[in-house]
T-cell receptor, first 113, second 113 residues
Framework: KNQVEQSPQSLIILEGKNCTLQCNYTVSPFSNLRWYKQDTGRGPVSLTIMTFSENTKSNGRYTATLDADTKQSSLHITASQLSDSASYICVVTGGGGYNKLIFGAGTRLAVHP | DVKVTQSSRYLVKRTGEKVFLECVQDMDHENMFWYRQDPGLGLRLIYFSYDVKMKEKGDIPEGYSVSREKKERFSLILESASTNQTSMYLC????????????FGPGTRLTVT
């Protein structure tokens, strides 16, 4: 069964600290993996996208890694800011026609001052 | 910038009412999607459309229908709203089947009482 699992479900960190969010998937065939940021009451916004051959991608303070062999990805946030408080969603494309997206349930991050 | 707009941010309807959720994109994208998002679950695909007047069922189409009369507009219809359809509804669009990136609207939070 095509699945994307994220951990932890929720996380609280202090402003300025780093954190790492995890994503494990069992999607086949695999096309690409994306991380989205979703602010409360808003639609998801893309942070990074990685294909099979890429193992790291950065977007400012956000760095995503991909290990296609173990089917794991991580999103590392450096020097967190209050505005990083959001849900982070891991999305894997594959598993069927029309580049079907398989969504993880997300990690809810709260950054406290 | 791609802009995907949804007709309402918040909507409250009564059980049995017919509900229309509208989505408009301004980038001439071929593909449009409707998802629902519930706590603890990833986004789930309700319907998608890859061209005007074309539609395909997603993973959870029961209780919903869609309409795409114009390329820029994709409507989600709840024929007879029920309380289990209380959810956040997200519309998305992308350029073509091969394109990676989906762009999301801000979402409509629908409450059915």
């Amino acid at each position: 069964k095509n699945q994307v699992e994220q951990s932890p479900q929720s996380l609280i960190i202090l402003e300025g600290k780093n954190c790492t969010l995890q994503c494990n998937y069992t999607v086949s065939p695999f096309s690409n993996l994306r991380w989205y940021k979703q602010d409360t009451g808003r639609g998801p916004v893309s942070l990074t996208i990685m294909t099979f051959s890429e193992n790291t991608k950065s977007n400012g303070r956000y760095t995503a890694t991909l290990d296609a062999d173990t089917k794991q990805s991580s999103l590392h946030i450096t020097a967190s800011q209050l505005s990083d408080s959001a849900s982070y969603i891991c999305v894997v494309t594959g598993g069927g026609g029309y580049n079907k997206l398989i969504f993880g349930a997300g990690t809810r991050l709260a950054v406290h001052p | 910038d791609v802009k995907v707009t949804q007709s309402s941010r918040y909507l409250v309807k009564r059980t049995g009412e017919k509900v229309f959720l509208e989505c408009v994109q301004d980038m001439d994208h071929e593909n449009m999607f409707w998802y629902r998002q519930d706590p603890g679950l990833g986004l789930r695909l309700i319907y998608f459309s890859y061209d005007v007047k074309m539609k395909e069922k997603g993973d959870i189409p029961e209780g919903y229908s869609v309409s795409r009369e114009k390329k820029e507009r994709f409507s989600l219809i709840l024929e007879s709203a029920s309380t289990n359809q209380t959810s956040m509804y997200l519309c998305a669009s992308k350029d073509s089947v091969q394109a990676y990136e989906q762009y999301f609207g801000p979402g409509t939070r629908l409450t059915v009482t």
